[in-house]
């Protein structure tokens, strides 16, 4: 049975087709992966089914009593609310038929007969939804899903306003997760979770009953909570059964087919162009050369198969510092109050260091204190001589007016528009991408710039938070090779251990820093 229909939906955004003459259906029960590279559509097409945005063409059927739950990446939560205000408010609908069923019980005292028994069938049904969903349990619910996803280190009672972008994330996933929908549409969940987290999702959604469509570029947890893929790519939808390792080798068997097609068919042309240019003026072969004219111009043109353009990531190199890179004494990390007990660090040139622990521990804090963005509570950093930082940010600001163009030339006036362009076509940026603003770009292709801005300095210690979070595969390859390649010092915080596990010196675990409980 499909709960949801996608027919011929053609939609274009900026001049650029995104996504042309795309179908998909969802079948009950149905854990499909949306894939597909930066910016090719993925978030656009979510937003298509869920309403948000109408499509240029095409029609979007869901079944009756479908209720539809949404986790994308720029969902926004309302300022002044704690974070267990906002998760009760997952239950609202409940709470609504729970107080339809105290009304009716008031009334039944003053009914009729017939009206009597209708409102019995009302309570009841009611009754039975408040029961299915667990209503008398919310609390407990409440706790269970808040502690898989990591809010008790936050706090329930902390308010949202105060929140981090990853934290903010998760309070929405566990909303979501609570509201218990048919359908689940996650878009990026595992971004910003630690891998104790990740790991609990992955146990949801293997159990999960109903049908969901996940995008995610974390091709571990993809494979465990997967059955069927769409991939889409220059706008188009294709379906793929199984996991994302059998998409992986039924891609590329197509590929190859549609390549040969193509060669196959341009072959055949030019033999047909070469007769008729022969034979063309020559009275005898004259009828031969119209006929091939004829079939030349019935002929069916394939098109050539496009191939994206791959990004390369490049981080040029300082002169070298001095042997200790960053050294700290008795540091405290927070904001307003302590995250961390008084800690020694040391950091020595070459050493390439991965930081992991579930969040709200002071990750970035770390980091933004290091670099002396930020001040510690106590204690005491002191930088090497002759150092040359570049940091990534996992985040950036949504509101960006800027082209991705501007962007860079704002941060590097003295480059020319060529060099510019140059840089950001290298990250394997479009020339759609290169004039988009950066408010529009994917958070993909917002990661791209913003690592094109780290690669233009010379630098000697590389500090990059969360820079695999929105990259599509091939891009987290190329990114894994560059940090390899680099002969500098790295501070690497990542909640993929696939990413980093197998080239960086050392791993620095917060979870034993933390003075809250783990």
């Keep these: 049975m499909s709960v949801l229909n996608v027919e011929n939906v053609s939609h274009d955004f900026g001049g650029r087709t995104i996504l042309e003459d795309a179908s998909f259906r969802l079948l009950k029960g149905e854990h499909v992966g949306l894939i597909g590279a930066n910016g090719e559509g993925k978030s656009t097409f979510l937003n298509i089914i869920t309403g948000q945005l109408q499509p240029d063409q095409g029609k979007v059927t869901w079944s009756n009593r479908v209720n539809v739950?949404?986790?994308?990446q720029h969902s926004v939560l309302k300022k002044g609310m704690t974070i267990r205000e906002v998760l009760r408010t997952a239950f609202d609908e409940m709470y609504k038929l729970e107080a339809e069923m105290i009304e009716i019980y008031d009334k039944m005292g003053d009914a009729a007969p017939d009206a009597l028994d209708k409102m019995m069938v009302d309570v009841g049904e009611i009754q039975d939804i408040l029961d299915h969903n667990s209503f008398y349990m919310i609390d407990a619910k409440i706790e269970e899903i808040s502690n898989g996803l990591g809010l008790r280190d936050i706090g329930l009672d902390k308010e949202v306003t105060d929140l981090s972008g990853g934290q903010r994330t998760k309070v929405l996933l566990t909303k979501l997760l609570l509201q218990n929908p048919t359908?689940?549409?996650?878009?990026?969940?595992?971004?910003?979770?630690?891998?104790?987290?990740?790991?609990?999702?992955t146990n949801y959604l293997k159990n999960y009953e109903n049908a969901f469509i996940l995008v995610s570029h974390d091709i571990s947890f993809l494979n465990d909570v997967i059955n069927v893929i769409y991939h889409v790519e220059n706008a188009t939808l294709t379906r793929y059964t199984g996991d994302y390792n059998q998409f992986l080798s039924m891609h590329e068997m197509r590929k190859k087919q549609e390549n040969a097609a193509f060669d196959r068919q341009q072959q055949e042309i030019d033999r047909l162009e070469d007769f008729i240019a022969r034979n063309k003026a020559r009275v005898a072969t004259r009828g031969m050369a119209n006929s091939r004219q004829k079939r030349l111009d019935k002929m069916e043109i394939l098109e050539k198969p496009k191939e994206k353009p791959k990004p390369h990531f490049k981080f040029n190199e300082a002169r070298t510092p001095s042997r200790f890179v960053i050294e700290a004494k008795q540091l405290v990390l927070g904001y307003d109050e302590p995250l961390t007990k008084p800690v020694d660090i040391v950091?020595?040139?070459?050493?390439?260091?991965?930081?992991?622990?579930?969040?709200?521990?002071?990750?970035?804090?770390?980091?933004?204190?290091?670099?002396?963005?930020?001040?510690?509570?106590?204690?005491?950093?002191?930088?090497?001589?002759?150092?040359?930082?570049?940091?990534?940010?996992?985040?950036?600001?949504?509101?960006?007016?800027?082209?991705?163009?501007?962007?860079?030339?704002?941060?590097?006036?003295?480059?020319?528009?060529?060099?510019?362009?140059?840089a950001l076509a290298n990250c394997g940026l479009t020339n759609e991408h290169i004039t988009s603003k950066m408010m529009v770009l994917s958070g993909g292709e917002a990661a791209k710039v913003r690592l094109c801005k780290v690669m233009q300095n010379k630098i000697n210690l590389l500090v990059l938070d969360e820079p695999t979070n929105h990259l599509d595969v091939e891009a987290k390859e190329e990114l894994k090779l560059a940090l390899i390649n680099f002969k500098g010092t790295i501070l690497l915080v990542s909640h993929e251990p696939e990413f980093y596990e197998d080239w960086v010196t050392d791993v620095w675990n917060v979870e034993g820093w933390t003075t809250k409980i783990v």
């Design 183 to 201: 359908i689940l549409i996650l878009d990026e969940p595992t971004n910003y979770l630690d891998v104790e987290h990740i790991q609990w999702l």
């Design 347 to 422: 950091l020595e040139r070459g050493q390439k260091i991965a930081i992991r622990g579930v969040n709200g521990l002071g990750k970035t804090t770390l980091l933004k204190t290091l670099l002396g963005k930020i001040p510690a509570i106590s204690g005491k950093v002191e930088l090497g001589e002759f150092l040359e930082p570049g940091y990534f940010e996992q985040e950036s600001n949504r509101d960006n007016d800027n082209t991705a163009l501007e962007e860079l030339w704002a941060e590097y006036p003295g480059m020319t528009n060529y060099e510019v362009r140059a």
């Design 69 to 72: 739950g949404y986790l994308d």
